[in-house]
C-alpha cells in the first residue's frame, strides 16, 4: 500500500456545513448563529457513532476561525484552516476524553485557556466522548465551561448523553444529531464510487447502507474494503454477505418457505449448509430474525415504505409480498418471539448448533393450527356455539387414530311452534363430517393403529416426555422396533452424540420400558447400515404376527385351567382334597408351634407374646389362612 494512501472516510471528510450529509435541522440552526454572529460559549454535540459530530465541530471551528470569518463557507487555505483539516493542535485543541479523563488533564487544559489565540480569533478546545470524564474531572471544568474567557468556545461530543452531568448539560446548547437515512447513505456512497472509479451495484450500496445503522462512517470503511473487490468485477451484495458474515436473502426466503409449510426435515438440511459454510447459529438466527420483521413490515406497511423501512431492493420485496398472505400477522409476531426465545437459549448455552436445530424444529411447527379463526373456531366449538363457515383453507394433518370417537353434541330442542322451520336431524358421522371441514380440530391425544415399523414409531415417541428429546428423535429412522430391541439411526455422529451424551436416551429407554410394559429395553442408537431396509421389513413382519402367536399360548393356558378345576373337583369327591390342602397350608405351623394358628382375614398379623414372634423369625413362618 502506497505510503500516501489516505482512507476514504478521511479523505471524504466535509469541510463545509454544506458538504455535511443529512443534519438538516443542525446546519440551518449554525449557519444562522454564524451569521447573526451569535456565537454561544458551548456546544454539545450528541447522536450515533458516525453521524458527524466530530466533523461539525471542525466545520465549525474553521468558520469561526477563517481569516475571513466568521463564515459559514470557510476558504481552506488560510493558516487556520488548514491546521483545523491537518489537525495542527493551534488555536483548535482536539481531545479525546477517554484517555484524558482525569482531574489533573482537566486542570492542564484550564492552565492553557488564558494563552491567545495564534491564528484565528478563538481558541476551540474540542472534547471527545465527554462522557468518559470522571466526575472530579467534570467538576473541575464546571466553574470554566460556565464563564470562559472571551475568545474561549468548548465543543463537546458524545455518543452518551445520559452520563454527561445535568449541571454541564445546562451550560450548553444542545445539538442532537439523528440517525443518517439509508437513501441519504447510498446517494453520498454512489457518490464517492464514481469518484474513486469503483464498481459496485446498487444492491450492495443498499447492503451497506443498511448494515451501518445509519452511520456515514462505518459505510463509507466498508466501501473502502470492498473496493478492492471493485478492480476486478463488480462488487455484488453477494460480495457484501460475505465479507459481513450475513446470509444471502435468497436463502433466507428458502428458509422460511420451508418452516411455513412446516417442512422441519427439509429446514433442517438447508440449516446445516449454512452452518457448515462457516456462519455461526447466533448469526443465523438473528439474519431469521431480521427477515421475518422485513415480512412483517411488508404485511403491514405502505408499498412507498418498504424500500425505505426494510432496505432491500424492487425483487426481494415482491417475494415478500407474495409469500405474506401465507401468513397472519401474529403467526409472524409469534415466529419473531420464537426466535428471539432461541437466540437467548444459544447466547447461553455451550452447544449453540443442537440449539439452532431444536429452534428450527420448533419454528417449523408453530404455523400450523395457529390462525385466528382456528382458534375462535375451537372456542366456538368447546362453548357448543356455531362454527364460522369463513374459515381460510387450509391443509390438515389427517390424524391416524384417535383414543376416544369424536364426541358429538345434541342438537338444541326446538320449542313445539308450527312457524317454526324444524331443522332435519343429522346423523353423528355427518355432524363429525362437517366439524372437521369447518374448521381445524384442536389437538389431541393420538394412538396410531397397526404394527407397521411407522405405527410402532409413533406410538413409541408418544411415551417421549421431553419435547427437546422428541424434537431431536424426529430427525431418526427406526430399523427394528420389539420388545427384543429398539433400533434407530442417525444420519451423521453428531446427532448420535447428542442422544447417547446427554440423558436422551435414558428418556429413549424408559419410553420402550412404557410402551412394552417391561424394564431395561435394549436400545441401539448408531449409523445407518446396508441391511436396514431388510430388517425393517421383518420387524413389520414380526410385528403384525403378534396376535396370531399369542393366541395358541391363551388356548393352552385355558386348557391348563379346565384340567386342573377337574382335578380338584375329583379330589373333592373322594375325600383327599381337604386332607392335603390341610397338610400343605399348615405344615409350617404344626412343625414349628405347639400353638395353633388362628388367621383373621384382611388383617395385618399380631403377636401375641414375645415366644410366639420368637418362633416365627426362627423358621422364617406367617400366618396364613
Known amino acids: ?38 456565537i454561544a ?62 482531574v489533573e488533564d482537566t486542570q492542564n487544559i484550564l492552565e492553557k485557556i488564558q494563552y491567545v489565540p495564534v491564528h484565528g480569533k478563538y481558541k476551540i478546545y474540542i472534547i471527545d466522548e465527554v462522557h468518559m470524564l470522571t466526575n472530579h474531572a467534570f467538576n473541575a471544568l464546571l466553574k470554566t465551561l460556565e464563564e470562559p474567557p472571551e475568545n474561549v468556545i468548548f465543543i463537546l461530543a458524545t455518543t ?9 448539560k445546562s451550560r450548553c446548547q444542545r445539538f ?52 478492492l473487490l471493485g478492480a476486478s468485477k463488480q462488487v455484488t451484495a453477494e460480495d457484501v454477505n460475505a465479507i459481513l458474515g450475513r446470509i444471502s436473502f435468497d436463502i433466507l426466503h428458502s428458509l422460511s ?3 411455513i409449510a412446516s417442512s422441519h426435515n427439509e429446514a433442517i438440511e438447508i440449516i446445516n449448509e449454512i452452518y457448515n459454510s462457516g456462519n455461526e447459529p447466533l448469526q443465523i438466527l438473528t ?35 407474495n409469500q405474506k398472505d401465507k401468513l397472519e400477522t401474529q403467526q409472524i409476531v409469534f415466529l419473531l418471539e420464537r426466535t428471539n426465545y432461541y437466540i437467548k437459549e444459544i447466547k ?35 362453548e357448543g356455539g356455531e362454527v364460522s363457515i369463513q374459515t381460510i383453507p387450509r391443509q390438515i394433518k389427517q390424524p391416524l387414530a384417535q383414543t376416544e370417537p369424536p364426541v358429538t353434541r345434541p342438537a338444541p330442542i326446538q320449542p313445539k311452534d308450527s312457524n317454526v322451520e324444524q331443522k332435519p336431524k343429522v346423523q353423528p358421522e355427518q355432524s363429525v363430517i362437517k366439524t372437521e371441514q369447518e374448521f381445524t380440530p384442536p389437538p389431541m391425544s393420538k394412538k396410531p393403529s397397526g404394527n407397521d415399523i411407522k405405527t410402532l414409531w409413533e406410538v413409541l415417541l408418544s411415551n417421549v416426555s421431553s419435547p427437546p428429546t422428541k424434537a431431536l428423535l424426529n430427525l431418526a429412522t427406526p430399523v427394528k422396533i420389539s420388545p427384543e430391541e429398539v433400533i434407530i439411526t442417525f444420519k451423521n455422529e453428531k446427532l448420535i452424540s447428542q442422544i447417547t451424551g446427554t440423558n436422551k ?26 441391511g436396514d431396509e431388510a430388517l425393517a421389513s421383518q420387524s413389520d413382519a414380526g410385528s403384525s404376527s403378534v396376535k396370531s402367536d399369542t393366541t395358541p399360548l391363551k388356548s393352552d393356558t385355558q386348557e391348563q385351567s379346565i384340567k386342573k378345576k377337574s382335578e380338584i373337583t375329583s379330589k373333592k369327591d373322594s375325600g383327599i382334597e381337604k386332607n392335603e390342602t390341610l397338610h400343605t397350608d399348615n405344615i409350617k405351623s404344626v412343625k414349628n408351634s405347639e400353638n395353633a394358628v388362628i388367621e383373621k382375614k384382611h388383617e395385618e398379623p399380631r403377636f401375641a407374646s414375645d415366644q410366639e414372634k420368637m418362633v416365627l423369625d426362627l423358621f422364617d413362618g406367617k400366618f396364613i389362612e
Open 160 to 168: 452518551e448523553v445520559h452520563k454527561v452531568l445535568d449541571t454541564i
Open 176 to 227: 442532537d444529531f439523528r440517525r443518517i437515512t439509508t437513501e441519504d447513505i447510498v446517494k453520498h456512497l454512489r457518490y464517492i464510487s464514481d469518484e474513486e472509479k469503483i464498481n459496485i451495484s446498487d444492491d450492495a450500496l443498499y447492503a451497506i447502507a443498511k448494515n451501518s445503522a445509519g452511520g456515514m462512517r462505518d459505510s463509507i470503511s466498508l466501501l473502502d474494503q470492498l473496493s
Open 348 to 382: 447461553l448455552s455451550t452447544n449453540q448448533q443442537l440449539w439452532l436445530e431444536i429452534g428450527i424444529i420448533d419454528l417449523a411447527n408453530m404455523t400450523e393450527n395457529t390462525t385466528l379463526m382456528d382458534l375462535s373456531n375451537r372456542v366456538r366449538a368447546l
Open 41 to 102: 460559549h458551548a456546544f454539545l454535540f450528541t447522536g450515533p457513532r458516525g453521524t458527524g459530530k466530530t466533523s461539525t465541530a471542525r466545520i465549525l471551528a474553521k468558520s469561526l476561525n477563517c481569516k475571513n470569518g466568521p463564515t459559514i463557507n470557510p476558504c481552506g487555505e488560510c493558516e487556520s484552516c488548514k491546521d483545523i483539516t491537518n489537525t495542527v493542535p493551534i488555536d483548535v485543541i482536539e481531545i479525546d476524553a477517554a484517555s484524558n479523563r482525569k
Open 287 to 321: 439474519n431469521l430474525a431480521e427477515y421475518f420483521k422485513n415480512l412483517l413490515v411488508v404485511k403491514n406497511c405502505r408499498t412507498e415504505l418498504l424500500p425505505e423501512l426494510t432496505g432491500l431492493n424492487e425483487q426481494q420485496i415482491e417475494k415478500l409480498v
Open 257 to 259: 418457505e420451508k418452516i
Open 1 to 38: 500500500m502506497s505510503e500516501n494512501y489516505v482512507p476514504l472516510y478521511r479523505k471524504y471528510r466535509p469541510q463545509t456545513l454544506d458538504k455535511l450529509v443529512g443534519q438538516e435541522h443542525i446546519k440551518k440552526t449554525l449557519k444562522s448563529a454564524i451569521e447573526l454572529g451569535k
Open 505 to 530: 436416551k435414558d428418556i429413549l429407554i424408559q419410553a420402550a420400558n412404557t410402551m412394552f410394559n417391561q424394564q431395561n429395553s435394549v436400545v441401539h442408537v448408531r449409523l445407518p447400515l446396508a
